[in-house]
């Protein structure tokens, strides 16, 4: 059975960073795309960013460049999402995902996920 697991949301202040974790059993992450997704109460999911674990490339949504890095750690299965300049647009619940090939944007094209943890940016 295929789980994936986040952990390391929390409350932050404007400014501060977090590093989300997503750790997979079921399935060896290098073999799949991974993905981050993120949604706020009343809000659509929106893509965040996304790792070929195969190829090594990188994919980010223009509203988190240059503050939010995606990483793996192939030996750990996991995959880590480092959000550094914490904005009060970022509070939303965060979630990995999983699919067979090709970083997507579409949360209709991925096939497993997470429960998703909670980042709230206040002051």
């Known amino acids: 059975q295929v789980q994936l697991v986040e952990s390391g949301g929390g409350l932050v202040q404007p400014g501060g960073s977090l590093r989300l974790s997503c750790t997979a059993s079921?399935?060896?992450?290098?073999?799949?795309?991974m993905g981050w997704f993120r949604q706020a109460p009343g809000k659509e999911r929106e893509f965040v960013s996304g790792?070929?674990?195969?190829?090594?490339?990188?994919r980010y949504a223009d509203s988190v460049k240059g503050r939010f890095t995606i990483s793996r750690d192939n030996a750990k299965n996991t995959v880590y999402l480092q959000i550094d300049s914490l904005k009060p647009e970022d509070t939303a619940v965060y979630y990995c995902?999983?699919?067979?090939?090709?970083?997507?944007?579409?949360?209709?094209?991925?096939?497993?996920w997470g429960q998703g943890t909670q980042v709230t940016v206040s002051s």
């Open positions: 995902a999983v699919r067979s090939y090709g970083i997507a944007t579409m949360w209709t094209a991925y096939d497993y």
């Open positions: 790792i070929n674990i195969r190829g090594g490339s990188t």
């Open positions: 079921g399935l060896t992450v290098n073999s799949y795309v």
